[in-house]
T-cell receptor, first 114, second 114 residues
Framework: AQSVTQLDSQVPVFEEAPVELRCNYSSSVSVYLFWYVQYPNQGLQLLLKYLSGSTLVKGINGFEAEFNKSQTSFHLRKPSVHISDTAEYFCAVGRGSTLGRLYFGRGTQLTVWP | EAGVTQFPSHSVIEKGQTVTLRCDPISGHDNLYWYRRVMGKEIKFLLHFVKESKQDESGMPNNRFLAERTGGTYSTLKVQPAELEDSGVYFC????????????FGEGSRLTVL
């Protein structure tokens, strides 16, 4: 079975500071990894994904994540955040050919203060 | 292009009543998914339609939940009779392909059972 752990439920940071949102997963098989973001009053949207290839993945809005198989982690990073990055971020795992069935973490609320 | 739309955005009902949630996917998306987030917990998969057929309904919690997608367009999720533990946000998502992991989510329907 898959499980996804987002270690921080809330992350407050000041504008222009760097941020890292942590995600660890457990799986006995190869997985595919995703970060989704939900801005206030909107649906979730895909931020980035790792399916194969380079372990450093770049996404929208300046975010990137690194797949670390030995540590079973997929942490999300941004070197300098903006107030508009305030949102809830979800790490998710999929496997096999049915990547529509995703296993989500509990989410991390990122709040950027001026 | 219109996104995934869900109706109602919020529903408050009493235990034992019936509620029907509706989802209109993005036009041309054969894959439609229902997910649910109970407060404070992770977003969990409920089921997956490919056109009008149920591809995977293993996430449906019990037989009080009935999902349909007549004609392969919009979908409904009926809860009858509703229980307190059914409260949460029900998300619908759609995708053109089921092997990319990129799902397009609606804003969700918040269900409160009193």
């Amino acid at each position: 079975a898959q499980s996804v752990t987002q270690l921080d439920s809330q992350v407050p940071v000041f504008e222009e500071a760097p941020v890292e949102l942590r995600c660890n997963y457990s799986s006995s098989v190869s997985v595919y990894l995703f970060w989704y973001v939900q801005y206030p009053n909107q649906g979730l949207q895909l931020l980035l994904k790792y399916l194969s290839g380079s372990t450093l993945v770049k996404g929208i809005n300046g975010f990137e994540a690194e797949f670390n198989k030995s540590q079973t982690s997929f942490h999300l990073r941004k070197p300098s955040v903006h107030i508009s990055d305030t949102a809830e971020y979800f790490c998710a795992v999929g496997r096999g050919s049915t990547l529509g069935r995703l296993y989500f973490g509990r989410g991390t609320q990122l709040t950027v203060w001026p | 292009e219109a996104g995934v739309t869900q109706f109602p955005s919020h529903s408050v009902i009493e235990k034992g009543q019936t509620v029907t949630l509706r989802c209109d996917p993005i036009s041309g998306h054969d894959n439609l998914y229902w997910y649910r987030r109970v407060m404070g917990k992770e977003i969990k998969f409920l089921l997956h339609f490919v056109k009008e057929s149920k591809q995977d309904e293993s996430g449906m919690p019990n037989n009080r939940f009935l999902a349909e997608r007549t004609g392969g367009t919009y979908s409904t999720l009926k809860v009858q009779p509703a229980e307190l533990e059914d409260s949460g946000v029900y998300f619908c998502a759609s995708s053109r392909d089921s092997n990319t992991g990129e799902l397009f989510f609606g804003e969700g329907s918040r269900l409160t059972v009193l």
